[in-house]
């Protein structure tokens, strides 16, 4: 009998931790199906932003009768900013937050769209730029899309509070310019391929492994295959072509920089990055936000895209290896830091 209520008490766990997964599922697709139902341009006033938590605070800091006094001057600076905004210069904000595949390019090359059928060149453009880099062609089109702003001849700045390394630098450098927070990351004007090789282990377990190309060049290093010297010549070849197309793209819009000494493939933090005129100023974006508050109208600038379940549900997983990627960068930097 015991041995019964111990095989139906293991029975109910069971069932309660399937109905559990059911839930879980249940519950992340509709809470990503709604995030993912709106598709659009979102616009945000940054001056009425910082007007606004400005308010709060003064609000939260002062008693009764200053709160009263408060709210009315708030009232007045709100009509007399209404009344002036027609008249001010304007700047567009675009946060740009990369991946491996640059999957922002997306909603970017809407952003920049929008952008230029508004914008004069009195106007400017802000990018808030985080990018470790990833797949060449999937940011040499992010880097494309900030190109069509420059041509257009609106002017374009960079900001880098963090990272604009490899990929992430090829999309800065188009920046007419760049600021740079004192510890963010530039440069790793380079080119990298690391692919693991299991030729030996299949081998030792009796796996043959079959591949037909048509074309000398078609595969030349492989996961599976016996890689030989020529294999890894031709893959350094085709590198240092990337490598090449790379220091042209920077040369162009930054000629200044001495090649030589930065397209080592090395990174650098922001007092030193600006030393070698990777960036052109240290400041956070910030600090130059705030301060462009006082005579632009800033507007900040995002396009949503709806994805269906499917994607958004991949998507958690690539976030889920961006994160490792991530961390992994944090990681090798970190243990250069001085303790």
């Not at 600038?301 to 889920?320: H, N, W």
């Not at 290896?321 to 990681?331: G, N, T």
């Amino acid at each position: 009998m015991s041995q019964f209520f111990i095989d139906y008490g293991l029975f109910l766990l069971k069932v309660a931790t399937i109905v559990a997964a059911i839930i879980v599922v249940i519950g992340f697709g509709a809470a990503a199906g709604r995030k993912g139902s709106q598709e659009g341009l979102e616009v945000e006033s940054l001056n009425r932003k910082y007007r606004a938590l400005a308010h709060a605070l003064k609000k939260a800091v002062l008693r009764k009768d200053g709160r009263k006094k408060e709210d009315k001057a708030e009232k007045e600076r709100v009509k007399a900013e209404d009344k002036s905004s027609d008249d001010k210069p304007r700047s567009f904000v675009i946060d740009f937050k990369g991946d491996l595949k640059a999957s922002a390019v997306s909603s970017l090359r809407e952003e920049v769209s929008a952008i230029l059928d508004v914008a004069t060149s009195d106007d400017q453009v802000v990018v808030r730029l985080e990018n470790h880099g990833g797949i060449v062609h999937e940011h040499g089109l992010a880097a494309s899309q900030l190109a069509r702003i420059r041509e257009a001849g609106i002017p374009l700045h960079v900001c880098v509070d963090k990272v604009a390394a490899s990929g992430g630098y090829l999309m800065a450098c188009v920046a007419d310019k760049i600021y740079a927070a004192p510890f963010a990351i530039l440069g790793s004007i380079g080119v990298l391929a690391q692919i693991p090789n299991f030729n030996r282990m299949l081998d030792s377990h009796g796996v043959d492994f079959e591949q037909v190309t048509a074309g000398k060049y078609k595969r030349t290093v492989t996961m599976f295959g016996e890689n030989t010297d020529e294999d890894r010549a031709k893959l350094k070849e085709e590198l240092e072509d990337v490598h090449s197309l790379f220091k042209e793209a920077v040369s162009k819009y930054r000629s200044e920089l001495d090649l030589e000494k930065v397209a080592t493939g090395e990174h650098w933090y922001g007092t030193r990055a600006l030393e070698l005129g990777l960036a052109d100023e240290i400041r956070t974006s910030d600090e130059l936000l705030r301060e462009l508050s006082d005579e632009r109208e800033l507007f900040k600038l995002a396009y949503k895209i709806k994805q269906p379940l499917q994607k958004r549900l991949m998507a958690s997983v690539d976030s889920a290896l961006e994160r490792a990627v991530s961390a992994r960068w944090r990681q090798t930097f970190e243990s250069r830091l001085p303790r």
